[in-house]
T-cell receptor
Framework: GAVVSQHPSRVICKSGTSVKIECRSL??????MFWYRQFPKQSLMLMAT?????????EQGVEKDKFLINHASLTLSTLTVTSAHPEDSSFYIC????????????FGPGTRLTVL | SQQGEEDPQALSIQEGENATMNCSYK?????LQWYRQNSGRGLVHLIL?????REKHSGRLRVTLDTSKKSSSLLITASRAADTASYFC???????????FGQGTRLTINP
């Protein structure tokens, strides 16, 4: 199956700093990438959808100025959490889709963000 | 609400038994997919069933879909300790790429 990587896998930062998370599709071109966050023992909540070369579409309630998404190429999307606060601590997961009719998404291993 | 419902929320069974998890959703769908997530890890795609399909098998997995009841079930037969994980269903609508996830079922297989 298709492989999606995320980097870093874990990050601890101080409150007020910005953190960048990378999502890469390793063996296919991802026309669309998705960013989710997941709180402990909860389900995945979609934050935004990004298409290569265009602006991301954010879900209701997600601050686009706080969660900056860039999808500069067909294999890389980045999520930057700006001015992070402890409430931003979460598990962030990306997925990538090649745009097939079956809409199969391939998920990265996730990034655990802890804001002190 | 973005979320569908899954039941049970948690299920604990003995190794070798069958595990059944259910998922209900609210809108008409194009596909329904099941994913597994081990603690602190990403999601692994298990199986996809299209809206015009009623049943699908993959190894020890059996998925059913009842679009009239807007529900699906995932059956894992002859469970193993390695099946311990959270299981999520996810649906998408025709023309839309985004997935809507269920709340998930935490499955524990006791050796």
């Amino acid at each position: 199956g298709a492989v999606v990587s995320q980097h870093p896998s874990r990050v601890i930062c101080k409150s007020g700093t910005s953190v960048k998370i990378e999502c890469r599709s390793l063996d296919f071109q991802a026309t669309t990438m998705f960013w989710y966050r997941q709180f402990p023992k909860q389900s995945l909540m979609l934050m935004a959808t990004s298409n290569e070369g265009s602006k991301a579409t954010y879900e209701q309630g997600v601050e686009k100025d706080k969660f900056l998404i860039n999808h500069a190429s067909l294999t890389l999307s980045t999520l930057t959490v700006t001015s992070a606060h402890p409430e931003d601590s979460s598990f962030y997961i990306c997925s990538a889709s090649s745009g097939s009719a079956y809409n199969e998404q391939f998920f990265g291993p996730g990034t655990r963000l802890t804001v002190l | 609400s973005q979320q569908g419902e899954e039941d049970p929320q948690a299920l604990s069974i003995q190794e070798g038994e069958n595990a059944t998890m259910n998922c209900s959703y609210k809108t008409s769908i194009n596909n329904l997919q099941w994913y597994r997530q081990n603690s602190g890890r990403g999601l692994v795609h298990l199986i996809l069933i299209r809206s015009n399909e009623r049943e699908k098998h993959s190894g020890r997995l059996r998925v059913t879909l009842d679009t009239s009841k807007k529900s699906s079930s995932l059956l894992i037969t002859a469970s193993r300790a390695a099946d311990t994980a959270s299981y999520f269903c996810a649906t998408d609508r025709k023309g839309a790429q985004k997935l809507v996830f269920g709340q998930g079922t935490r499955l524990t297989i006791n050796p």
